[in-house]
């Protein structure tokens, strides 16, 4: 068990629908990050937060967003879904910046 | 564009084989080296990091990297690898002016028969 928590482990929607993705941090961390894995796109780094600050952007798209609240827990919100949106979505966390990142469990999107 | 490279897609060994595997990145600058593992339906799970000092690092369960500068390499070794050792391993890289996040390579997929 890393520390880092992702609620839900699972979700199974329909195209177009919205849905949001939650994490909490290990405890003292202040940067999450989150990655897309798909089998054909591998590991993706998505976007990164710092002590509440967006801090670096991947390749994420415009339908998709995040933030960090000031409890530093973090939502990746996914809108306007579509087929190739299922993916499993990981998000690590780390104390600092360029420091070990954490991965939590996961949160396996099905899109239908 | 920073890039990381995985040697293998797939690699089928009996148990205690030795186990190499190669990854290489581009970028000649300051790096932070990771492995990672994924065992089937898991998390990634840290296996052993660089970031600075001795090349030859060692990691949990038995595995160690080497840090080759001048290759812009980093790959894992086990000289003896178990049936448990089944997973998926994956470099990533932290170049510096990308601020923190990790560019994997396409993974490894070690199968190890019993």
């Known amino acids: 068990d890393s520390g880092v928590t992702q609620t839900p482990k699972h979700l199974i929607t329909a195209t177009g629908q919205r849905v949001t993705l939650r994490c909490s941090p290990r405890?003292?961390?202040?940067?999450v990050y989150w990655y897309q894995q798909s089998l054909d796109q591998g590991l993706q780094f998505l976007i990164q937060?710092?002590?509440?600050?967006?801090?670096a952007k991947g390749n994420i798209l415009e339908r998709f967003s995040a933030q960090q609240f000031p409890d530093l827990h973090s939502e990746l919100n996914l809108s306007s879904l579509e087929l190739g949106d299922s993916a499993l979505y990981f998000c690590?966390?780390?104390?600092?910046?360029?420091?070990?990142?954490?991965f939590g469990p996961g949160t396996r999107l099905t899109v239908l | 564009a920073q890039s990381v490279s995985q040697h293998n897609h797939h690699v089928i060994l009996s148990e205690a084989a030795s186990l190499e595997l190669g990854c290489n990145y581009s970028?000649?600058?300051?790096?932070?080296l990771f492995w990672y593992v994924q065992y089937p339906g898991q998390h990634l799970q840290l296996l052993l990091k660089?970031?600075?000092?001795?090349?030859l690092v060692k990691g949990i369960k038995g595995f160690e990297a080497e840090f080759i500068k001048s290759k812009f390499s980093f790959n894992l070794r086990k000289p003896s690898v178990q049936w448990s050792d089944t997973a998926e391993y994956f470099c990533?890289?932290?170049?510096?002016?990308?601020?923190?996040?990790?560019?994997f390579g396409q993974g490894t997929e070690l199968s190890v028969k019993p």
């Open positions: 660089y970031f600075s000092g001795d090349p």
């Open positions: 405890s003292g961390d202040l940067s």
């Open positions: 937060y710092y002590n509440g600050e967006e801090r």
């Open positions: 990533a890289v932290d170049f510096y002016n990308q601020g923190g996040k990790l560019i």
């Open positions: 970028y000649g600058g300051t790096v932070n």
């Open positions: 690590a966390s780390s104390p600092r910046l360029a420091d070990t990142q954490y």
